[in-house]
């Protein structure tokens, strides 16, 4: 079963950055459109970036221009560079297939931005 694992979050100071790794066991990515979710404290996970098998990114309104998706296919992984971090971005990160059926979730990475 494909496993997913993200890494990277930490605690970081409003303005700084950071990079997350999703990375899967099995090779899933080449073929899927992915996407990196978030789910703040006490609310729902929403989706804020996304991309294409082709390489074609979208974005929330709420980090477009401060964080950037790509993916590596030959390393079965995705990346979600976040910058000009901001305390609202305060989360547990994800990442899955774009659409469903959704793939079993990881167990995330806490991003937490201090003021």
């Known amino acids: 079963q494909v496993q997913l694992v993200e890494s990277g979050g930490g605690l970081v100071q409003a303005g700084g950055s950071l990079r997350l790794s999703c990375a899967a066991s099995g090779r899933i990515f080449s073929s899927n459109a992915m996407g990196w979710y978030r789910q703040p404290p006490g609310k729902q996970r929403e989706l804020v970036a996304q991309?294409?098998?082709?390489?074609?990114?979208n974005y929330a309104d709420s980090v477009k221009g401060r964080f950037t998706i790509f993916r590596d296919n030959a390393k079965n992984t995705v990346y979600l560079q976040m910058n000009s971090l901001k305390p609202e971005d305060t989360a547990v990160y994800y990442c899955?297939?774009?659409?469903?059926?959704?793939?079993?979730w990881g167990q995330g990475t806490q991003v937490t931005v201090s003021s």
């Open positions: 991309i294409s098998s082709g390489g074609s990114t």
């Open positions: 899955n297939r774009l659409s469903r059926p959704y793939l079993p």
